[in-house]
Antibody, heavy 118, light 108 residues
Framework: QVQLVESGGGLVKPGGSLRLSCAAS????????MSWIRQAPGKGLEWVSY????????YYADSVKGRFTISRDNAKNSLYLQMNSLRAEDTAVYYC???????????WGQGTLVTVSS | EIVLTQSPGTLSLSPGERATLSCRAS???????LAWYQQKPGQAPRLLIY???SRATGIPDRFSGSGSATDFTLTISRLEPEDFAVYYC?????????FGQGTKLEIK
């Protein structure tokens, strides 16, 4: 079965950096677009970024453009999110998700918490 | 950017009742590009409906989606105890996704 496991969250100071990882199993990882979505404590879902199956196409929400970089390593079945210039408002649980053949996010990980605070 | 507005913010109903959740878009959305998710406390979201009206794999037929252009609806025909959760609509346009702010479905 498809399994997505995020890691790399933690406490970081404003202006700092963090790299999230998402390890995928139970799927042919290189066949699928992948996405990051976040959820601030007690708030709704916010789409962050997605990357094409080859890694050649990437899109970002305006709120993170220029600060976050999505990447993938298909040989390692892994997805990444490099987060720089972090702000308090980036505090959230970050989920990775598979974009299925119908464009939609059909498998999700359990999330990793990022806290930006001094 | 297309903004999705969900209503009501909170819906209080009893098991066995019918639930109707609304999602309104600030601009017309292709029906192919509208989905609904369910999220329970402490869990990741789960895809329920895509293409406005197609049920995802394993989703019971008491869940149905409808609508077009700027007005979309998620209907749960007969609420089960496990259906009380938060529901989000999502759209895809211009290579970007956006979510609505969510509707909390709570037990009355």
């Amino acid at each position: 079965q498809v399994q997505l496991v995020e890691s790399g969250g933690g406490l970081v100071k404003p202006g700092g950096s963090l790299r999230l990882s998402c390890a995928a199993s139970g799927l042919t990882f290189s066949d699928y677009y992948m996405s990051w979505i976040r959820q601030a404590p007690g708030k709704g879902l916010e789409w962050v970024s997605y990357i094409s199956s080859s890694g050649g196409t990437r899109y970002y929400a305006d709120s993170v453009k220029g600060r976050f970089t999505i990447s993938r390593d298909n040989a390692k079945n892994s997805l990444y999110l490099q987060m720089n210039s972090l702000r308090a408002e980036d505090t959230a649980v970050y989920y990775c998700a598979r974009r299925g053949v119908e464009l939609w996010l059909d498998y999700w990980g359990q999330g990793t918490l990022v806290t930006v605070s001094s | 950017e297309i903004v999705l507005t969900q209503s009501p913010g909170t819906l209080s109903l009893s098991p066995g009742e019918r639930a109707t959740l609304s999602c309104r878009a600030s601009q017309s959305v292709s029906s192919s590009y509208l989905a609904w998710y369910q999220q329970k406390p402490g869990q990741a979201p789960r895809l329920l409906i895509y293409g406005a009206s197609s049920r995802a794999t394993g989703i019971p037929d008491r869940f149905s989606g409808s609508g077009s252009a700027t007005d979309f609806t998620l209907t749960i025909s007969r609420l089960e105890p496990e259906d009380f959760a938060v529901y989000y609509c999502q759209q895809y346009a211009s290579s970007l996704y956006t979510f609505g702010q969510g509707t909390k479905l709570e037990i009355k």
